[in-house]
């Protein structure tokens, strides 16, 4: 179901903040990487130009990248009807699947990918790496960096740091699966009594987490949460976590624009562009992804910091992402 912020125009037509949104039906898919969400992304690029033809001509068109499928459906739409064409580039395709995936595999979206690119008029990108990555595609267009938007406050609603000698208490949240480093993550609280860790949202690898959690009495599950229970559960956490893999070519994650808006110190395992950020802002602390030794490090390092001057660095992190 979908709840939206709006009144219904239609079955899957909504009006919404002075916008028409317009839903499209396209089959699930439960895996990142698989047949199924491909099958998915083609129904989904075929129902768009199904529907789109229905609809007057716009003044352009803004496409995210990816789904490649559904921005080479909107490269075409909009050669046809001879009206800008701008890509949005949320996530490096195919790229962030070679460490998964043999790279001649991914041959034929890599050929979509630089279609996209180089067909565009404008390029936005959530994160600076995929400003030199659509660059190495052959782009010509005009690109500009816009780190993801959030929903800032003015800080009134961040509780104060916990008081030294409690159990720290860490908090992930986002999607289970293997570009995040989860395994690292749990195995280094199993190993640190004074270590809570709580983790919302799921994916392919929660049966496997929970199975190497082992029923730790530290260790909780809370599947997806609406955002006031992730609210809460942000506020009552002393630091969160970004298990990332460096492969998985993730620029700028969302997560870590949550915590900071929550004023949450971060524990990240990202190197470039995120480790920079936490650096530049004295709001955390980065890791080795894929080694206990050096989260646990981390951990340590982040005890002896004053926890009031780690939450103002992270206020002044999420300024960054202020939509």
């Known amino acids: 179901a979908v709840k939206l912020n709006g009144r219904a125009a239609g079955p899957d037509v909504w009006q919404v903040d002075g916008f028409r949104l317009v839903l499209i039906q396209t089959p699930p898919y439960r895996r990142n990487i698989s047949f199924v969400r491909i099958f998915s992304h083609r129904a989904l690029a075929r129902r768009w130009t199904a529907r789109v033809a229905a609809e007057e001509t716009p003044d352009a068109v803004i ?27 949320m996530d490096a395709w195919p790229e962030t699947f070679q460490r998964v995936v043999p790279k001649f ?12 690119y180089c067909a565009a008029r404008g390029i936005s990108v959530v994160a600076a790496r995929y400003l030199d990555l659509v660059r190495t595609y052959g ?17 009134s609603d961040v509780p104060p740091p916990r008081p030294r000698g409690e159990r720290l208490t860490l908090v992930y949240a986002g999607n289970m699966s293997a570009s995040y480093d989860l395994a690292t993550l749990i195995t280094a609280v199993k190993e640190t009594p004074d270590l809570v860790l709580e983790l919302a949202g799921t994916g392919p690898d929660e049966t496997a987490l929970r199975a190497l959690a082992a029923n730790s009495p530290r260790i909780h599950f809370h599947g997806y949460l609406a955002e006031t229970p992730l609210r809460a ?30 004023g949450l110190p971060i524990l990240n395992s990202l190197e470039g562009e995120t480790a920079q950020l936490i650096a530049e802002y004295q709001a955390g602390e980065t890791y ?7 989260f646990i490090a981390a951990v340590a390092r982040l005890r002896t910091l004053d926890p009031v001057p780690l939450q103002a660095g992270a206020r ?8």
């Not at 046809?80 to 580039?89: G, K, L, N, T």
């Not at 080795?288 to 050096?294: D, E, L, Q, R």
């Open 316 to 323: 002044r992190l999420a300024t960054r992402f202020d939509a």
């Open 288 to 294: 080795t992804a894929g080694s206990v030794a050096s």
């Open 233 to 262: 559960l942000l506020a009552r956490a002393d630091a969160g976590v970004v298990p990332m893999f460096g492969a998985s070519c993730v620029g700028v994650p969302y997560k870590l624009a949550d915590y900071a808006a929550a």
């Open 105 to 116: 595999v991914l041959a034929p979206l890599a050929r979509t990918a630089r279609a996209n």
């Open 139 to 155: 782009a010509t267009a005009p690109a500009r960096l816009f780190y993801h938007g959030i929903a800032c406050t003015d800080g």
């Open 63 to 89: 496409a995210s990248s990816p789904p490649l499928g559904l921005c080479a459906a909107a490269r075409d739409y909009c050669a046809a009807h001879r009206i800008p064409f701008v890509v949005d580039v």
